[in-house]
């Protein structure tokens, strides 16, 4: 396990949760476990590097408007991972795409449930909650 240097900058990573795995959304192969430091250098033309996003904010946005539609796996639920991410080379600077920065290296120190998948769970529960509460109160057959 590599540590992060100290010039390595927090942030965050949107992923795909596979039963009790973790992939990259768009390439649907990269697997991303908690204490694991990935690296893939970074190319000009999204050709390389691993995106991140600097806020947890700017992880909220609307799938649609963050991931292209040819992502493998952008109809699974979603996660959130904590990251420490540098360039390779000390001094070097991420790609800049939009608000996502493309690094050579990540180390993942937390996955999360994404907020917005944990709301829609909760939503879920709260109506089948709801439906058994409405169904208790019905009579039965007679």
Known sequence: REAPPRRAKMCFKVL??????????F???TQYREGITLKHPVEPGH??????????????????????ST??????PKALA???????APGAQPMVYGNKLAFDC???????????????NVRALDELQLRSTLELGRPGPS
């Open 16 to 25: 795909a949760q596979v039963g009790d795995a973790y992939y990259s959304i």
């Open 27 to 29: 390439d649907g192969v």
């Open 47 to 68: 050709d390389g590097g691993l995106y991140v996003y600097s806020s947890i904010n700017q992880c909220m946005q609307p799938d649609a408007d963050t991931f292209p």
């Open 71 to 76: 992502s493998a796996l952008a109809h699974c």
């Open 82 to 88: 904590r990251c420490w991410a540098w360039m390779a």
């Open 106 to 120: 990540l180390h993942v120190t937390e996955i999360v449930e994404h907020p917005r998948q944990r709301a829609r």
